[in-house]
């Protein structure tokens, strides 16, 4: 199977770290940091608010734990549309529509909303011939655990 004859199905990343978009920007770092991943999809149920980088998070670091515990990571998105794919999209496609947009991963949605993420790593992987046979359907996991941050005592 060569690259041009693949879609985002095919290519895509099946198993994803997702978060709600009330948790913090501290519950997101730990979920990427836990799941080596650098993209989170922020979502409402099946509905996709955004793509979360790593990089936009390092980006809006200020404070220490207790700061980045009280804000939401919804605050992070930026206003602007990202583009969103369909399964069926060929991958030539997938990789015009991330250098058009300026963005390393975009969610692929179905009818029933995000089924799957194509990210750089993917598009590579098809182009060398290193795509894995889609088994069964993607799945979203949303953070199972909650942080809070134990602050330190002031000395009396």
């Given at each position: 199977?060569?690259?041009?004859?693949?879609?985002?199905?095919?290519?895509?990343?099946?198993?994803?770290?997702?978060?709600?978009?009330?948790?913090?920007?501290?519950?997101?770092?730990?979920?990427?940091?836990?799941?080596?991943?650098?993209?989170?999809?922020?979502?409402?149920?099946?509905?996709?608010?955004?793509?979360?980088?790593?990089?936009?998070?390092?980006?809006?670091?200020?404070?220490?734990?207790?700061?980045?515990?009280?804000?939401?990571?919804?605050?992070?998105?930026?206003?602007?549309?990202?583009?969103?794919?369909?399964?069926?999209?060929?991958?030539?496609?997938?990789?015009?529509?991330?250098?058009?947009?300026?963005?390393?991963?975009?969610?692929?949605?179905?009818?029933?909303?995000?089924?799957?993420?194509?990210?750089?790593?993917d598009v590579l992987s098809?182009?060398?011939?290193?795509?894995?046979?889609?088994?069964?359907?993607?799945?979203?996991?949303?953070?199972?655990?909650?942080?809070?941050?134990?602050?330190?005592?002031?000395?009396?």
């Amino acid at each position: 199977m060569t690259a041009e004859s693949l879609a985002a199905a095919q290519v895509m990343s099946r198993i994803l770290v997702a978060v709600k978009p009330d948790e913090s920007p501290l519950m997101a770092w730990e979920l990427m940091r836990r799941a080596h991943v650098h993209h989170l999809p922020v979502v409402d149920g099946r509905h996709v608010l955004g793509i979360l980088t790593r990089e936009q998070l390092a980006a809006s670091w200020s404070g220490g734990p207790e700061e980045q515990s009280s804000r939401q990571v919804r605050t992070l998105l930026g206003r602007e549309r990202k583009p969103l794919i369909r399964p069926d999209t060929p991958l030539a496609r997938v990789a015009a529509v991330m250098l058009d947009a300026g963005c390393d991963a975009v969610p692929v949605l179905s009818d029933d909303g995000l089924i799957g993420m194509v990210t750089v790593r993917d598009v590579l992987s098809a182009v060398a011939g290193r795509t894995r046979p889609a088994e069964g359907p993607g799945e979203v996991v949303t953070g199972m655990f909650h942080l809070e941050p134990v602050l330190p005592q002031e000395n009396r």
